[in-house]
């Protein structure tokens, strides 16, 4: 059984910088693209930002230049550095990575949350 566990969320304040870590544990053969996404009160969940294995990443508008992705492959874990952190960027943020547990069996997994506020 594969898992993903986020962690670093927590209060705030504007202008604040925040990293939140995911790492990935069970029966893993591979990880693929990781990810992070994030869905405020009333909204649905978008895209924040997404590493490939590769190490090519892409980020939402809305972050851009204000935020950070990255991998540690050895550790399976993926990394969202956040900075000059606004209210709107209050959110519960997840983790997801698309996992293989063995050669020709790839699904994609979330994490279960973690709750970022940005006070102002």
């Known amino acids: 059984q594969v898992q993903l566990v986020e962690s670093g969320g927590g209060l705030v304040q504007a202008g604040g910088s925040l990293t939140l870590s995911c790492a990935a544990s069970g029966s893993i053969y591979r990880i693929g693209r990781m990810g992070w996404y994030r869905q405020a009160p009333g909204k649905q969940r978008e895209l924040v930002a997404v590493v490939t294995d590769g190490g090519d990443t892409n980020y939402a508008n809305s972050v851009k230049g204000r935020s950070t992705i990255s991998r540690d492959n050895a550790k399976n874990t993926v990394y969202l550095q956040m900075n000059s952190l606004k209210p709107e960027d209050t959110a519960v943020y997840f983790c997801?990575?698309?996992?293989?547990?063995?050669?020709?069996?790839?699904?994609?997994?979330w994490g279960q949350g973690t709750q970022v506020t940005v006070s102002s």
């Open positions: 997801n990575a698309d996992i293989w547990t063995w050669m020709y069996n790839m699904n994609n997994y």
